[in-house]
């Protein structure tokens, strides 16, 4: 048995580390909601902890200036931000299973940098440019997506499970849908905010393809607006 005084001391330095990380996670929320309530001329006179009285005068000024939809594009970051592939490669045996999981991985550890010329003409010659689909498409089957869901079937779905429901007559969407989905929800939880922050402050490909306004996304038009400040 170890002693009391021992396991009280672990648990104060635990809880003091908890909370200096939830200082700091938290801290730059705060700042953000101080500075949304802030004149321009406070926040140009430096930090302070005291909010302001201009949070509404704010979001209005937001809402009618037409040169920068902010609105909108938290709407379009909503949508292009909102896995079968993982469990078909995983739970079926097929001749060229291993050279797919093999083109996946490369996919993975290639920059995206490298293959943006390649995709911009691809997805021009197709008509898609300037529109949201080749930012939602290809996150369908993300890579990095499928690899972790692939890594989390081999350890937490024993194949003699889906054998076993094959067996008793489940057909394979079935088996899919009952067994292995609400087996792979922990994992499905975690990428689901992984893709959804990478999607959200992803700036790269969304300025590559999209020339319209309206159907610019937070973070582009946060680009544009620190340009037109520069240039001022």
Same mark, same amino acid.
């Given at each position: 048995?170890?002693?009391?005084?021992?396991?009280?001391?672990?648990?104060? #330095?635990?809880? #003091?580390?908890?909370?200096?990380?939830?200082?700091?996670?938290?801290?730059?929320?705060?700042?953000?909601?101080?500075?949304?309530?802030?004149?321009?001329?406070?926040?140009?006179?430096?930090?302070?902890?005291?909010?302001?009285?201009?949070?509404?005068?704010?979001?209005?000024?937001?809402?009618n200036d037409g040169s920068f939809p902010m609105f909108?594009?938290?709407?379009?970051?909503?949508?292009?931000?909102?896995?079968?592939?993982?469990?078909?490669?995983?739970?079926?045996?097929?001749?060229?299973?291993?050279?797919?999981?093999?083109?996946?991985?490369?996919?993975?550890?290639?920059?995206?940098?490298?293959?943006?010329?390649?995709?911009?003409?691809?997805?021009?010659?197709?008509?898609?440019?300037?529109?949201?689909?080749?930012? #939602?498409?290809?996150?369908?089957?993300?890579?990095?997506?499928?690899?972790?869901?692939?890594?989390?079937?081999?350890?937490?779905?024993?194949?003699?499970?889906?054998?076993?429901?094959?067996?008793?007559?489940?057909?394979?969407?079935?088996?899919?849908?009952?067994?292995?989905?609400?087996?792979?929800?922990?994992?499905?939880?975690?990428?689901?905010?992984?893709?959804?922050?990478?999607?959200?402050?992803?700036?790269?490909?969304?300025?590559? #393809?999209?020339?319209?306004?309206?159907?610019?996304?937070?973070?582009?038009l946060i680009a544009t607006l620190r340009g037109a400040?520069?240039?001022n």
């Amino acid at each position: 048995m170890k002693p009391k005084h021992k396991i009280n001391v672990r648990s104060v #330095i635990a809880h #003091i580390v908890l909370i200096l990380l939830s200082f700091l996670c938290l801290f730059f929320f705060v700042i953000l909601i101080i500075n949304a309530t802030r004149s321009h001329a406070q926040l140009q006179k430096g930090f302070s902890f005291i909010p302001g009285g201009h949070f509404l005068d704010n979001l209005k000024s937001v809402a009618n200036d037409g040169s920068f939809p902010m609105f909108r594009g938290i709407v379009n970051s909503l949508i292009i931000s909102g896995s079968l592939t993982a469990y078909g490669l995983y739970a079926y045996d097929f001749k060229l299973k291993k050279v797919a999981f093999t083109f996946i991985m490369a996919i993975l550890v290639m920059p995206t940098q490298v293959t943006a010329m390649g995709f911009l003409r691809l997805i021009t010659k197709m008509g898609m440019y300037d529109s949201w689909a080749p930012l #939602i498409i290809p996150s369908i089957a993300s890579p990095a997506v499928f690899y972790f869901m692939y890594s989390y079937l081999q350890s937490s779905l024993p194949l003699s499970l889906v054998e076993a429901a094959r067996i008793d007559g489940s057909n394979e969407f079935r088996t899919f849908n009952h067994i292995v989905l609400p087996i792979m929800k922990p994992a499905i939880a975690v990428q689901a905010i992984f893709t959804f922050v990478g999607s959200w402050n992803n700036y790269f490909t969304p300025a590559l #393809i999209i020339q319209s306004k309206n159907k610019m996304t937070v973070p582009i038009l946060i680009a544009t607006l620190r340009g037109a400040d520069y240039m001022n």
